[in-house]
């Protein structure tokens, strides 16, 4: 299988807590997104990356939130000190800037936070 | 700013009826239209995306036509079946632009 993957799949943690979720892009897609989807809603863009560069950060994303893409290939999601409004679906996507047309985002299985 | 707005659930429909989930938005410019489809535990998938005025996306036996005078992009298929059954997100997204914007999405339930 060749395409977006994340890991861990859920994650169930406390209150005040710290996680972290990774996110393999399809291999060679230069582009690479970070959403969040709550419960009866759409996903919600967090940040996005051009290779290594961080280029967007959504207001969404509080100073507890970081995100990584040190090589330009998998990159990481970071949430310190966790609150309950934390608790969602965490998306990754990746796309291809040779995809001139659309530009068209593949999204991964998502990791599943509950904070308790 | 811009949004994507569509019809609340849930659907529910027996095998082999018509389906019409309706899609509109609001945009400053000139965005793509996308359908993505959620199954029960899986990723969201692209159903279909149409790029400009007039265009008709389909897939799957989906289709739905990027209507700009109505700002519309209404998800139809003449006959549905039961592994149909999910949850279809309208979304637009302009060319070479970073960020995804999506409705809340729409579930539907098929019987058999």
């Known amino acids: 299988d060749t395409g977006v993957s994340q890991d861990p799949r859920h994650k169930i943690t406390k209150r005040g807590q710290n996680v972290t979720f990774r996110c393999d892009p399809i291999?060679?897609?230069?582009?690479l997104y970070w959403y969040r989807q709550t419960l009866g809603q759409g996903p919600e863009f967090l940040t996005y990356f051009q290779n290594e560069a961080q280029l967007e950060k959504s207001r969404l994303l509080s100073d507890r939130f970081s995100a990584e893409r040190p090589k330009g290939s998998f990159s990481t999601l970071e949430i310190q000190r966790t609150e309950q409004g934390d608790s969602a679906m965490y998306l990754c996507?990746?796309?291809?800037?040779?995809?001139?047309?659309?530009?068209?985002?593949?999204f991964g299985p998502g990791t599943r936070l509950t904070v308790l | 700013g811009d949004s994507v707005t569509q019809m609340e659930g849930p659907v529910t429909l027996s095998e082999e009826a018509f389906l019409t989930i309706n899609c509109t938005y609001t945009a400053t410019g000139y965005p793509s239209l996308f359908w993505y489809v959620q199954y029960p535990g899986e990723g969201l998938q692209l159903l279909l995306k149409?790029?400009?005025?007039?265009d008709k996306g389909s897939n799957k036996g989906f289709e739905a036509t990027y209507r700009k005078e109505t700002t519309s992009f209404h998800l139809e298929k003449g006959s549905v079946q039961v592994s149909d059954s999910a949850v279809y997100f309208c979304?637009?997204?302009?060319?070479?632009?970073?960020?995804?914007?999506f409705g809340a999405g729409t579930r539907l339930f098929v019987k058999a």
């Open positions: 979304a637009l997204r302009y060319t070479g632009g970073f960020k995804t914007i």
């Open positions: 291999s060679e897609h230069n582009r």
């Open positions: 149409a790029t400009k005025a007039d």
């Open positions: 996507a990746s796309s291809s800037h040779r995809d001139l047309s659309t530009d068209t985002q593949y």
